[in-house]
């Protein structure tokens, strides 16, 4: 099984950026499916992105197309998720989970612990 660890998460002002990471504690991830999601306080889990590791096609939510970007790292163990003009809705708890294919749908033995990314001025 997959294991997954997020990182990257804290403080940004709106219009700002943050890069989270999602690292794989095995090793390479070539050959799948990475998506990121987030939680909101009192709200449902939702996808952001997805994204093939090894030929890095991605789909975005239409919340974040434009302003987010997922991307791999050379050793494809990492995934990152590059955050700009973030606005205070982006508040929320972000995860990272192996998808099946480029698609929002998770594999839910694979989320990661989350890590929290607060936009407040």
């Known amino acids: 099984q997959v294991r997954l660890v997020e990182s990257g998460g804290g403080l940004a002002q709106p219009g700002g950026s943050l890069r989270l990471s999602c690292t794989s504690a095995g090793g390479s991830l070539y050959g799948y499916a990475v998506g990121w999601f987030r939680q909101a306080p009192g709200k449902e889990r939702e996808a952001v992105s997805s994204?093939?590791?090894?030929?890095?096609?991605?789909i975005y939510a239409d919340s974040v197309r434009g302003r987010f970007t997922t991307s791999t790292d050379n050793g494809l163990s990492t995934v990152f998720l590059q955050m700009n003009s973030l606005k205070v809705e982006d508040t929320a708890k972000y995860y990272c989970a192996i998808t099946y294919g480029l698609s929002f749908e998770a594999d839910s033995g694979t989320w990661g612990q989350g890590t929290q990314v607060t936009v407040s001025a």
């Open positions: 994204i093939i590791v090894n030929d890095n096609k991605a």
